[in-house]
Protein backbone atom coordinates (compact mmCIF):
# COMPACT_ATOMS: atom_id res chain seq x y z
CA UNK A 1 0.00 0.00 0.00
CA UNK A 2 2.76 2.76 1.14
CA UNK A 3 5.69 2.61 -1.17
CA UNK A 4 7.83 4.96 -3.23
CA UNK A 5 7.64 3.49 -6.96
CA UNK A 6 3.87 3.14 -6.71
CA UNK A 7 4.20 -0.35 -7.30
CA UNK A 8 2.86 -1.72 -3.68
CA UNK A 9 4.88 -2.85 -0.84
CA UNK A 10 8.07 -4.11 -0.80
CA UNK A 11 8.62 -8.00 -0.21
CA UNK A 12 9.26 -8.71 3.84
CA UNK A 13 12.47 -9.49 4.83
CA UNK A 14 13.21 -12.98 5.76
CA UNK A 15 12.54 -14.69 9.02
CA UNK A 16 16.07 -15.14 11.15
CA UNK A 17 16.27 -16.71 14.51
CA UNK A 18 18.11 -16.32 17.38
CA UNK A 19 19.44 -12.89 18.56
CA UNK A 20 19.18 -11.90 15.05
CA UNK A 21 15.46 -12.06 14.51
CA UNK A 22 14.85 -9.34 17.23
CA UNK A 23 17.03 -6.71 15.04
CA UNK A 24 15.77 -7.76 11.68
CA UNK A 25 12.12 -7.30 13.14
CA UNK A 26 13.42 -3.82 14.34
CA UNK A 27 15.16 -3.48 10.78
CA UNK A 28 11.44 -4.31 8.93
CA UNK A 29 9.57 -1.93 11.14
CA UNK A 30 12.43 1.03 10.57
CA UNK A 31 12.21 -0.05 6.96
CA UNK A 32 8.06 -0.01 6.87
CA UNK A 33 7.95 3.27 9.24
CA UNK A 34 10.17 5.13 6.55
CA UNK A 35 7.89 3.57 3.91
CA UNK A 36 5.07 5.16 5.25
CA UNK A 37 6.72 8.70 6.29
CA UNK A 38 8.19 8.74 2.27
CA UNK A 39 4.38 8.24 1.41
CA UNK A 40 2.67 10.51 3.89
CA UNK A 41 5.22 13.15 2.59
CA UNK A 42 4.57 12.55 -1.11
CA UNK A 43 0.84 12.98 -0.59
CA UNK A 44 1.46 16.30 1.46
CA UNK A 45 3.54 17.56 -0.90
CA UNK A 46 0.62 16.68 -3.49
CA UNK A 47 -1.98 18.50 -1.60
CA UNK A 48 0.11 21.74 -0.96
CA UNK A 49 0.51 21.50 -5.15
CA UNK A 50 -3.39 21.05 -5.02
CA UNK A 51 -4.18 24.32 -2.72
CA UNK A 52 -1.27 26.31 -4.36
CA UNK A 53 -3.44 25.85 -7.85
CA UNK A 54 -6.47 26.68 -6.51
CA UNK A 55 -5.70 29.82 -4.55
CA UNK A 56 -3.89 30.89 -8.15
CA UNK A 57 -7.34 29.92 -10.13
CA UNK A 58 -8.87 32.08 -7.35
CA UNK A 59 -6.75 34.89 -7.80
CA UNK A 60 -7.44 34.49 -11.08
CA UNK A 61 -11.19 34.85 -11.39
CA UNK A 62 -10.96 37.52 -9.21
CA UNK A 63 -8.97 39.27 -12.10
CA UNK A 64 -11.46 37.86 -14.40
CA UNK A 65 -14.21 39.69 -12.38
CA UNK A 66 -12.36 43.27 -12.22
CA UNK A 67 -12.16 43.04 -15.88
CA UNK A 68 -15.50 44.04 -16.50
CA UNK A 69 -15.46 46.84 -13.97
CA UNK A 70 -12.64 47.98 -15.54
CA UNK A 71 -14.27 47.96 -19.23
CA UNK A 72 -17.15 50.05 -17.53
CA UNK A 73 -14.97 52.90 -16.60
CA UNK A 74 -13.40 52.96 -19.31
CA UNK A 75 -16.63 53.56 -21.46
CA UNK A 76 -17.44 55.77 -18.96
CA UNK A 77 -14.43 57.92 -19.67
CA UNK A 78 -14.54 57.30 -23.50
CA UNK A 79 -18.30 58.55 -23.23
CA UNK A 80 -16.97 61.66 -21.12
CA UNK A 81 -14.18 62.45 -23.16
CA UNK A 82 -16.61 62.43 -26.14
CA UNK A 83 -19.39 64.83 -24.48
CA UNK A 84 -16.66 66.99 -23.75
CA UNK A 85 -15.00 67.44 -27.34
CA UNK A 86 -18.06 68.06 -28.75
CA UNK A 87 -19.14 70.37 -26.17
CA UNK A 88 -15.81 72.14 -26.46
CA UNK A 89 -16.65 72.16 -30.59
CA UNK A 90 -20.25 73.52 -30.05
CA UNK A 91 -18.71 76.60 -28.22
CA UNK A 92 -15.78 77.37 -30.77
CA UNK A 93 -18.31 77.25 -34.20
CA UNK A 94 -19.74 80.06 -33.63
CA UNK A 95 -17.07 82.24 -32.59
CA UNK A 96 -15.82 80.95 -36.03
CA UNK A 97 -19.10 81.69 -37.91
CA UNK A 98 -19.11 85.67 -36.09
CA UNK A 99 -15.34 85.32 -37.56
CA UNK A 100 -16.75 84.66 -41.21
CA UNK A 101 -18.30 88.37 -41.34
CA UNK A 102 -15.41 90.18 -39.88
CA UNK A 103 -13.15 88.76 -42.02
CA UNK A 104 -15.07 89.46 -45.35
CA UNK A 105 -15.49 93.21 -43.76
CA UNK A 106 -12.02 93.52 -43.51
CA UNK A 107 -11.04 92.59 -47.21
CA UNK A 108 -14.27 94.91 -48.73
CA UNK A 109 -12.89 97.86 -46.88
CA UNK A 110 -9.50 96.95 -47.16
Known amino acids: MFSISGKGPPPPPPKMKGPDAHSSQQNAAS ?6 RAS ?12 LGLRTRKGGGQAAGARPAAMDISLEMTQ ?3 CRVLSQAARTIPSQAGALPRIALSLISG
Not at 31 to 36: L, P
Request: aromatic content about 10%.
Open 80 to 82: FIR
Open 31 to 36: FSKDQI
Open 40 to 51: LGDMRDRLKKAM
